[in-house]
């Protein structure tokens, strides 16, 4: 994924990524937070459709998946922290306000490891999310109607803004890629791009390498997957370098990803800030967050992702790749159990990564160990894993019932047959003489050098015939 | 008299026969029966409820008002919706986008406002008790001009939920009555915790025990700004002095105290309603519920012709006083000023209480003006709230009483208690009663 960016010129990122938080009910109400299974306009209750006279009540599962997330990211908990309301028309927002955080949001000033690097976290604050619109025609200005649906209305958003610490596309795909992971092993949010759980903005600027100014910034939007942010930031840099190269200017603008054409297209221009008109929302008190009970959030925090990376390095000699895809919490679990039940960890980690190992620990160290020994060749193994995985049995017992680990080709063991009666010219006499326990000797010795896997029924049967 | 306007004949009767029933049954409170008033701004499940407003014509909430479901459960009967000034914006129910509504006093002059028709249909004796909302004296103040009692709770004592909001901050909902003792019933049915509102206090009430203690021994302040304020009539002065004496001869010492920020409270107030009233008002887009206009082309036309044509000409000036308000650049010089002044004038009463139990004085500085004499001059229309507008900035209670007539007109007391001291302001009222011979 080697990106060029041309000669002399800095790209400059920051990232503002809006996060659906797991939680059952919306964000001020009781309707389910789970809205896209619903029939248009069905999941709603008088609180999120605005109606005259209703209040907000917060939900305190989202304040605690927002403190969550805030000492996740190494932020600093607000003490004190309150909604405000950001005022706009708009006929997907109910109220003609979102509920919002402004000064006073739940985190600020934390990091986020990405890739070898740090981006600075500014802030994360709690938010509702707003309803949809379906337009019959390409917008809503020109659209001859448009089609409400407020099902999404007050589901609970969390917004998490950086610095400009990224400089390239890879960096911003990279960094949203570390939050998805970071709020997937917090339980904060399910992430899933296509879902609309997370969604990723990318306000972008290029300036002249040494140059401390920013330049104008265009902010992309709409975009629904890691590869689409890749490219639509990778295509922005190249079109602002290409505009300003040709003697123009950046336009402030809000800008999407179009996947035919493949670069980016302007949505909105923004010449001037929009005057949203915050201010405290009087609805609700403002919350003080116990310090107890943000502790008590911050000792159950599990192990975050980038944590469990390092110590599978450290602890275990893996590779940064196989550390990297070994930090899901049910594989890195799984890795851990299977190490500790005797398998060698490079062995263990090989297993899940390449193969996708899914079984309980103790088969999978003994599929490792059957494959170390030599009992079944790694392509044996890949159908002892299947086997074992499809019918819950464990790899030995996959191993004996297809006679997997046992050499039954007829040529094959006579070659065997052959060079262990070649190599014992005394138990073949003494056999010959009418020794009978000379046979077993001779047996043994086959087994011993098949490693085990011989058919000995079968080669039984190869050796009478040979001695005749 | 204009006080209703609409009537819930229908549901009337069927709360009459269930309480019937339940009286029978000996299974009554002491609602029981009492037909009530709601004001046009409290939500009542399926009947319609417009603020007095005519982009909220023809809504009917799904939903009851908390207020209104404890009186429901209380058992009280439910005769209509009063009048109000749109969206409790006005202190003369002259800005209703309806009807004018009378003083049951003299026909001829305004009932005082925004409750306008809950005062009203109290003091003309068409029911026992009505709900109204007060968000700078819109209890208070109509109480004083139709010579009834009325009573503006500890913010957060009673659920806003339920309540059209104006400005969310200061509004409360509180019972017209003519009786001090009636009133306090009906507080004590709809005030405490609401789950669904989280600005309502979980604290216990208990607003009858002392009610009757009477005022021997308590310190009654007597603000001097309130006596020197801007317009003050001199025989609402008049009135309002032989109350002080009367409670004085009842017991009560009466001591001078000082509100110092009592100027800018208009000012703050003026600053602080219009800026939630803008936000609060913004859901009146017509994309949900209310009125529309037909003739709109565009998305921004449709915004503009519906909130043109549905508000009224007051709500359209506090909408556009607010939004300026607000603005980016204006916010601190405008906004973030008010709210200190807002909190400057929490602090003088604290320091007042400090040296009383309860604060007296007029309730409106002038008795009821005749129909038409102030609509032309908002300012002068907002001075009406002078003496009320302080206790909804520092969210006290409050309650008016009546104490006599001016040119023959009712004029009100007002008794000012700390936060949460709601019974406080009841006794000292029910205690000027009693003197009166109530």
């Known amino acids: ?468 | 008299m204009g006080a209703f306007l609409r009537l819930t004949e229908d549901l009337a009767r069927a709360q009459a026969a269930e309480a019937d029933r339940r009286l029978a049954a000996g299974d009554g409170g002491p609602l029981t029966g009492i037909p009530v008033a709601i004001k046009d701004v409290l939500c009542v499940e399926g009947v319609e409820t417009t603020a007095g407003s005519r982009i909220l014509a023809g809504f009917r909430p799904p939903y009851d008002a908390t207020a209104v479901a404890r009186l429901r459960q209380a058992g009280a009967v439910f005769v209509g919706m009063t009048n109000c000034d749109e969206f409790a914006m006005g202190s003369s129910t002259e800005n209703s986008g309806y009807q004018l509504t009378r003083n049951p006093h003299d026909p001829g002059r305004v009932p005082g406002g925004s409750s306008g028709g809950s005062a009203a249909a109290v003091a003309a004796g068409e029911v026992v008790a009505a709900l109204g909302t007060d968000t700078g004296g819109s209890i208070r103040q109509p109480a004083a001009l139709c010579g009834v009692v009325g009573v503006k709770p500890t913010y957060g004592r009673v659920s806003r939920y339920g309540l059209i909001a104006f400005a969310s901050s200061l509004d409360q909902v509180g019972p017209f009555a003519r009786g001090v003792r009636d009133a306090a019933i009906v507080l004590q049915a709809i005030a405490g915790f609401d789950p669904k509102d989280a600005t309502s206090a979980d604290r216990p009430v208990d607003l009858l025990a002392e009610l009757e203690a009477g005022v021997e021994g308590l310190r009654l302040g007597v603000p001097h700004q309130y006596v020197e304020v801007q317009g003050m009539e001199p025989g609402v002065k008049a009135a309002v002095d032989r109350a002080l004496l009367e409670l004085e001869g009842a017991g009560a010492e009466l001591v001078e105290v000082s509100l110092p920020h009592t100027d800018y409270g208009l000012a703050a107030y003026y600053i602080i309603a219009p800026a939630e009233c803008s936000s609060n008002l913004a859901r009146y887009d017509s994309v949900r519920f209310g009125y529309r206009a037909e003739d709109a082309d565009t998305l921004l036309d449709t915004y503009l012709r519906t909130r043109r044509q549905g508000f009224g000409p007051e709500v359209r000036r506090r909408i556009m006083l607010g939004t300026y308000a607000l603005s980016a650049g204006y916010y601190d010089a405008y906004y973030l000023k008010a709210q200190k002044v807002r909190t400057l004038i929490a602090d003088d009463f604290a320091r007042a209480f400090q040296r009383c139990d309860a604060i007296v004085s007029a309730t409106s500085p002038t008795v009821a003006f005749p129909i038409g004499s102030r609509t032309q001059d908002p300012l002068a229309m907002y001075l009406c709230d002078v003496l009320t507008l302080g206790a909804n900035l520092a969210g006290l209670p409050g309650v008016s009483v009546p104490c006599g007539t001016s040119q023959g007109l009712p004029v009100g007391l007002q008794v000012l208690a700390p936060q949460w001291a709601d019974a406080m302001a009841l006794r000292v009222a029910r205690a000027y009663e009693v003197v009166r011979g109530g």
């Open chain 1, 1 to 468: 994924m080697a990106e060029v960016l041309p000669d002399g010129w800095e790209a400059v990122i920051g990232m503002e990524v809006h996060v659906q938080l797991a939680t059952r009910s919306k964000m001020f109400c009781a309707c389910p937070a789970d809205y896209l299974a619903a029939a248009p306009n069905s999941n709603v209750c008088e609180v999120c459709l605005g109606l005259p006279g209703v209040l907000p009540v917060v939900n305190r599962r989202a304040v605690e998946l927002g403190v969550r997330t805030a000492l996740a990211l190494g932020c600093e908990v607000a003490r004190f922290t309150r909604f405000d309301r950001k005022n706009y028309f708009y006929p997907d927002l109910p109220k003609g306000y979102q509920i919002s955080q402004y000064e006073l949001p739940i985190g600020r000033g934390g990091r986020l490891g990405v890739g070898a690097g740090v981006v600075r976290i500014t802030r994360v604050h709690l938010e509702e999310d707003t309803g949809k619109l379906l337009h019959a025609g390409d917008d809503l200005q020109t659209a001859r109607e448009s089609l409400v649906d407020l099902n999404r209305a007050g589901v609970p958003l969390m917004e998490i803004v950086s610095e400009p610490d990224i400089h390239s596309a890879d960096g911003a795909r990279e960094y949203a890629e570390a939050l998805r992971e970071l709020l997937r092993a917090i339980g904060a949010s399910e992430a899933d791009m296509e879902k609309g759980q997370l969604r990723a903005e990318a306000n972008v600027s290029v300036r002249r390498r040494g140059e401390q100014r920013l330049g104008v910034k265009t902010e992309l939007k709409n975009i629904n997957s890691f590869r689409f942010l890749q490219r639509a930031v990778e295509s922005e840099i190249r079109r602002q370098v290409a505009v300003l190269e040709s003697g123009g200017r950046v336009v402030q603008e809000t800008r999407g990803w179009s996947e035919s054409l493949q670069c980016t297209v302007p949505q909105r221009t923004k010449e001037y800030a929009d005057d949203y008109r915050y201010f405290p929302e009087p609805d609700l008190p403002p919350l003080e967050l116990d310090a107890a009970w943000v502790e008590q959030l911050r000792a159950g925090l599990p192990e975050l992702p980038a944590d469990r990376r390092r110590r599978l390095r450290e602890c275990y000699g893996l590779s940064e790749f196989d550390a990297a895809q070994l930090s899901d919490p049910a594989r890195a679990a799984l890795f851990e159990a299977a190490v500790a039940a005797g398998a060698s960890a490079r062995a263990v980690a090989n297993w899940i990564v390449q193969s996708d190992a899914r079984l309980p620990p103790q088969h999978l160290a003994e599929l490792v160990d059957l494959v170390e020994r030599g009992v079944i060749n790694r392509e044996q193994g890949m159908q002892v894993l299947s086997e074992a995985s499809t019918h819950g049995l464990s790899p030995a017992e996959v191993v004996r019932r297809r006679g997997l680990g046992q050499v039954s080709d007829a040529g094959a063991l006579a070659r065997l047959v052959d060079e262990v009666l070649a190599e014992n010219p005394r138990a073949v006499a003494d056999y010959r003489a009418g020794k009978q326990q000379a046979l077993g000797a001779l047996l043994g010795e086959l087994r011993k050098r098949s490693g085990g896997r011989a058919n000995m029924q079968m080669a039984r049967d190869v050796m009478l015939d040979r001695l005749g």
